[in-house]
């Protein structure tokens, strides 16, 4: 609970100097708003690790393959940097740019997802 309430106030505080520098220096802005999510991304670290145990420990207890885990940490990691960075270019005003990112980022989803679904049919195939 105060990891949460430390990661409001960096946020709450990049959102103040972001706003507060916009109206002079708009170009500082970004790169304010930039610092301050890599500083929440930081502070989250340890959140992240115990996610990834946790589904080390799931997929060990239920005997399914743990070679699954690499496609579906590098899809939710694509996830997430696709959207961070579109939000940074739709904070600089470039939203078009923002969706050629995201849409780009489904397609590479869609790619590392494909051997995840062969091996959900062939389980499926062998249980029939």
């Known amino acids: 609970m105060t990891e949460l309430i430390k990661i409001i106030a960096v946020g709450l505080i990049t959102v103040f100097a972001h706003m507060l520098v916009k109206q ?24 992240l690790t ?3 145990s946790s589904f080390y420990a799931i997929f060990s207890s239920t005997n399914v393959n743990t070679a699954l885990l690499t496609p579906l940490f590098k899809i939710i990691a694509i996830g997430y940097l696709a959207e961070f960075s579109a939000n940074i270019c739709v904070d600089a005003g470039a939203s078009s740019i923002a969706d ?29």
């Open 24 to 47: 002079t220096r708009p170009e500082i802005a970004v790169f304010i708003s930039i610092a301050g999510s890599v500083l929440i991304i930081i502070m989250a670290v340890d959140t």
């Open 100 to 128: 050629k990112i995201l849409f780009v980022a489904k397609l590479i989803i869609l790619l590392l997802a494909l051997p995840i679904i062969t091996n959900v049919i062939d389980m499926v195939v062998a249980l029939l």
């Open 50 to 52: 115990t996610v990834i």
